[in-house]
């Protein structure tokens, strides 16, 4: 069987099985790309298609990121720079004395967030849930395979393979890891690199609407599976990790 046909059989039961009602998956390694579509783009919809739009949600991450590591290499911005100068919102920070403490009990913050401190998600916000409702950069699992490939041979044209290193590298501390906010362990075996989660064969990053992406440099592979189905309390769509891990095998 072929990695098109295996592919394609893959998210074809997916959606038998009610995982979501749509999916299209791609993978790519080395100059070959397959991509398949199965489902509807919604319940009683028009049938998926390979090119069909996706919300990514926060895939956009390692979009900006990158964005964001090109206005580095360019001298536009610095790492260790305080974001005060385009963020003057976020200048003379208070924050509370303890995660779990009412919002009223503050201090001031030790130092200035850094343009690395938001892309290794260290900055120490809290979220609003409004956040997750508001409108979204949608994409395809073309574009989405487009930008693995670039970072997978090092960057060319948008970033220097040194830099695609320090993105694609943990970046987190020891003491970092220990800091997470209490009651929550999503870190896992994972450490952050900027805009992306940086796992043991590779690096990813997961969309709250139900779309994953991901990077296996030592396979020169690139999956992304894109649902409409946000994760549950089960974690995401189980298609996202069995086309990883099938194409992996």
């Known amino acids: 069987m072929t ?11 997916a959606v038998a099985r009610g995982d979501a009602p749509g999916v299209v998956a791609a993978v790519a390694t080395g100059d070959e790309t397959h991509m398949a579509a199965a489902g509807v783009m919604a319940v009683g919809g ?37 974001v005060d100068r385009l963020l003057p919102e976020l200048a003379n920070r208070r924050v509370l004395r303890r995660p779990d403490g009412p ?3 503050t201090v001031a913050a030790e130092r200035a967030v850094t343009t690395r401190d938001l892309l290794t998600f260290t900055w120490g916000f809290g979220m609003q849930g409004a956040m997750f409702m508001a409108p979204e950069l949608v994409s395809t699992a073309a574009d989405l395979v487009a930008f693995g490939r670039m970072l997978l041979r090092g ?8 830099t695609v290193a320090e993105m694609t590298r943990n970046q987190l501390t020891p003491a970092q890891r220990a800091r997470v906010w209490p009651g929550f362990s999503f870190l896992g075996d994972r450490g952050w690199g900027y805009g992306v989660s940086v796992t043991e064969w590779g690096y990813t990053w997961e969309g709250g609407s139900g779309t994953a992406w991901s990077n296996t440099p030592d396979q020169d592979l690139t999956v992304v599976v894109l649902t409409q189905r946000a994760p549950d309390e089960t974690g995401m769509p189980a298609v996202c990790e069995q086309v990883r891990m099938a194409m992996s095998s």
């Open 46 to 82: 028009p049938a998926m298609r390979a090119d069909t739009l996706f919300r990514i949600a926060s895939i956009t991450k390692p979009v900006t990121a990158t964005v964001v590591l090109s206005l580095v290499e360019d001298g536009l911005l610095g790492l260790d720079e305080p």
């Open 155 to 162: 960057g060319d044209p948008v970033l220097k393979p040194g």
């Open 3 to 13: 990695d098109g046909e295996r592919l394609k059989d893959i998210v074809e039961a």
């Open 103 to 105: 919002l009223t009990d």
